[in-house]
């Protein structure tokens, strides 16, 4: 099959141009194609004539989003909405990634979100990616979108921070009050090829690793892994204030995945498998 991936040099590009490797894979980045431009993007797909289109392009800076509101929903709403018109007029699946942060975020900790419960972003990033994902319904028919979050992998990530910081400080403070599931992007990479491999029907997924922490938890399972000794102090998101407001239940079900027979790792596997090469 016939691959374009936008937004190459991120996180999640990364390990789906690996996932992807035996594939024909057309790679580009920002200068390449740039997926808020509809002329330079119907040019290209149809030049291209991919099968699938994985956008991994977007903006992800949540706290600068609150005063870039404009070009957040460029990237997040507008490029995907160009990708589900060209998909369309090149019978291509388009396959967009979306986040937790579309939902409000403050279900009782004990629930998680459903694919279908109700939307209400807290941030602009949050909101400027709901938009993205209608705009992919509205405008195509044959699409994934996959709902993530707590994402790491290659290049900076949390995990990487959290022992970068443990190399200087006896304690880390981490938040306790944020429940949700890491995932580990070469697992995402894995479940959206199972996907295609599969044909499962098309749609939303929420698309995490299996298994609920908080950062806090997280954070203590990294040290107890590495056997890294610095203590691990829990705090609140009130005394931890960022400019745009984190959820406090950022837990999905991945239900709808696991009945189409998808195979999920837990967040404590992915991250050792992860942590052997950090
Ligand atoms: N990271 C998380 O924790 C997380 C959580 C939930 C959902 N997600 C979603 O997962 C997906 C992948 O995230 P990620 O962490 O891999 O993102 P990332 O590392 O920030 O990568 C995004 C890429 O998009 C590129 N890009 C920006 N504007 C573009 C444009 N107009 N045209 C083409 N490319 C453009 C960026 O290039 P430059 O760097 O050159 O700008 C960057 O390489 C995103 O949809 C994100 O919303 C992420």
């Not at 789906?16 to 431009?37: Q, S, W």
């Not at 459903?114 to 319904?137: A, R």
């Not at 995932?183 to 995402?188: G, H, K, M, S």
């Not at 954070?219 to 107890?224: A, C, D, L, R, V």
């Amino acid at each position: 099959m016939k691959i374009l991936i936008t937004g190459a040099n991120g996180m999640l590009a990364k390990a789906v141009k690996d996932e992807f490797k035996n594939e024909e894979l057309i790679c580009t980045d920002v200068a390449e194609l740039d997926i808020t431009d509809i002329v330079a993007v119907e040019k290209y797909v149809q030049n291209v004539k991919p099968d699938f289109i994985i956008n991994c392009a977007a903006y992800t800076a949540v706290d600068k989003a609150e005063e870039q509101k404009e070009l957040a929903y460029k990237i997040n709403a507008i490029g995907p909405k160009n990708l589900a018109i060209a998909s369309k007029k090149n019978n291509a699946t388009l396959i967009h990634i979306s986040t937790d942060y579309v939902f409000g975020g403050n279900k009782p900790v004990e629930e998680n979100y459903s694919e279908n419960d109700e939307k209400n972003p807290q941030t602009v990033y949050g909101s400027t990616k709901l938009e993205g994902e209608k705009f992919v319904e509205e405008n195509c028919s044959k699409y994934y979108i996959f709902r993530t979050a707590w994402l790491y992998g290659e290049g900076n990530n949390f995990v990487r921070t959290m022992i970068k910081l443990s190399q200087d400080h006896n304690e880390v403070s981490v938040v306790n009050d944020q429940h949700g599931s890491p995932t580990y992007a070469v697992d995402l990479a894995n479940i959206i090829h199972q996907a295609i491999l599969k044909n499962i029907p098309y749609g939303i997924y929420n698309t995490t690793n299996l298994g609920y922490t908080t950062w806090y938890d997280f954070t203590k399972k990294i040290f107890e892994i590495k056997k890294i000794n610095c203590n691990v102090k829990p705090v609140t998101s009130e005394e931890f204030q960022r400019p745009a407001k984190r959820p406090t239940n950022s837990k999905m079900s991945k239900d709808k995945l696991l009945k189409n027979e998808i195979i999920i790792p837990t967040y404590e596997e992915a991250l050792k498998r992860y942590l052997k090469n950090e």
